[in-house]
């Protein structure tokens, strides 16, 4: 597509369910990242894929925490037993090489 | 210390006014610099990339220092639309692609 796509654009879920964020890059980038943004901070780092691969998870909060990418394109970032503190806008970008990336519009997700 | 610091201001200035930001970086080896600008309840966008000889873009200058390691974004002739948070991004490659961005300097322009 000629952006990044993020689904759903919204997610309000009870506590204690799991959730399923979707993003589908660009097509042909091959690095792919995950970043949450909780309201009024700035963005903390979660996974970075690489292809199907992701050299770093060293952002992702706990083990309920978890990533995947298949084809090399579309990730889905799913969150076990869900908690108030998940809440957040879950960003997605996408980058070919080191000449910017670009962010889908994200999921906000609310844990009531 | 972060490996990437912004001041989170706000700076609040009237229009047609000039003003600056700064982003000091921590790891010397960091390659790549971009300037982004995130408006309120939206996805950040790129803003400019930030090259070794200073570029400018209109009324945007990014610039980098790299002996004292940090990035600039002068933004000249402030207009109330330039109201957003900025944003500074580093990447370095120590074996990926590693990104950090900064938390961010939140601009106010007053009429």
Known sequence: GAGVSQSPSNKVTEKGKDVELRCDPISGHTALYWYRQSLGQGLEFLIYFQGNSAPDKSGLPSDRFSAERTGGSVSTLTIQRTQQEDSAVYLCASSPRATGYTFGSGTRLTVV | ?111
Do not use: H
């Open chain 2, 1 to 111: 210390r972060k490996e990437v610091e912004q001041d989170p201001g706000p700076f609040n200035v009237p229009e047609g006014a000039t003003v600056a930001f700064n982003c000091t970086y921590s790891n010397s080896a960091s390659q790549s610099f971009f300037w982004y600008r995130q408006d309120c309840r939206k996805e950040p966008k790129l803003l400019m990339s930030v090259y070794s000889s200073g570029n400018e873009d209109g009324r945007f200058t990014a610039q980098l220092n790299r002996a004292s390691q940090y990035i600039s974004l002068l933004i000249r002739d402030s207009k109330l639309s330039d109201s957003a948070t900025y944003l500074c991004v580093v990447t370095n490659s120590g074996g990926y692609q590693k990104v950090t961005f900064g938390t961010g300097t939140k601009l106010q322009v007053i009429p």
